[in-house]
């Protein structure tokens, strides 16, 4: 099942407070960055980031995006505020974008 465009705007103004937000389509999912760090997704009307060490402090219920991935972390949180804290806190933990040829 595909996200909807409604659910990404939803998704997208609970992350109104973290700075260079932007998201990609890919394969009937999005893809969400902040400062050019994949940082999450959205995928079947999931809000789903990474799991690093300050999403593990915020978040505790793990769920599988799609078959084969890796384990993410259900964002169930609806306050702006602690959605723009958990995603502050996690983008040092990220790894740098790669460098496009």
Same mark, same amino acid.
């Given at each position: 099942?595909?996200?909807?465009?409604?659910?990404?705007?939803?998704?997208?103004?609970?992350?109104?407070?973290?700075?260079?937000?932007?998201?990609?389509?890919?394969?009937?999912?999005? @893809?969400?960055?902040?400062?050019?760090?994949?940082?999450?997704?959205?995928?079947?009307?999931?809000?789903?980031?990474?799991?690093?060490?300050?999403?593990?402090?915020?978040?505790?219920?793990?769920?599988?995006?799609?078959?084969?991935?890796?384990?993410? @972390?259900?964002?169930?949180?609806?306050?702006?505020?602690?959605?723009?804290?958990?995603?502050?806190?996690?983008?040092?933990?990220?790894?740098?974008?790669?460098?496009?040829?």
């Amino acid at each position: 099942m595909a996200s909807s465009s409604e659910y990404l705007e939803y998704v997208l103004d609970l992350l109104a407070d973290v700075p260079q937000v932007s998201s990609r389509k890919m394969m009937g999912e999005y @893809l969400l960055y902040a400062s050019d760090k994949l940082f999450g997704g959205i995928y079947d009307d999931r809000f789903l980031v990474k799991d690093t060490q300050a999403s593990r402090a915020a978040l505790t219920t793990a769920e599988v995006p799609y078959e084969g991935a890796s384990p993410m @972390l259900l964002v169930d949180l609806e306050d702006k505020a602690a959605v723009a804290a958990l995603v502050t806190a996690m983008l040092p933990e990220l790894p740098e974008p790669k460098k496009k040829r």
